[in-house]
């Protein structure tokens, strides 16, 4: 069974109310759309990112290939300019190697800042 994201109201990184990071692809830990976490997010998918090809070649270098369609889970493959959550971790370690994808500060979850900070979300953010 899955558990979904706490039923208290879930913010995003400026305070306010989360919203909505992409339906196409569906996104977000609970694939609701999304970058809503809760206890069984191990990975914390709480950053909303715009994939760049530089970030998905990082991505598929470490051991985690965004690109490839996956149809028995129902992933269909990232290309440059989706919107995905993207687990706050490897954000973290793609910024450390130049290649963070910008980020939609108002769909990315305040749990993110367990791991980037706001500076650095900010610094990435694309204007919405």
């Known amino acids: 069974m899955i558990r979904h994201a706490e039923t208290k ?8 109310a989360l919203i909505p990071c992409s339906t196409d692809p569906m996104t977000g830990f609970y694939r609701t759309g999304c970058c809503e976490t809760g206890p069984d997010d191990l990975g914390s998918h709480t950053v909303c990112v715009v994939v760049s090809e530089p970030f998905l070649a990082f991505s598929r270098a470490v051991g985690n290939d965004l690109s490839t369609p996956m149809p028995a889970h129902g992933f ?3 290309r440059p300019g989706d919107q995905w959550c993207l687990c706050a971790p490897r954000w973290q370690e793609a910024l450390e190697a130049g290649v963070a994808p910008p980020v939609i500060l108002e769909a990315t979850h305040e749990g993110a800042l367990e791991y980037a900070s706001l500076e650095d979300l900010q610094a990435h953010a694309l204007d919405t």
């Open 9 to 16: 109201a879930q913010r995003n990184v400026l305070g306010g």
């Open 76 to 78: 269909p493959g990232l």
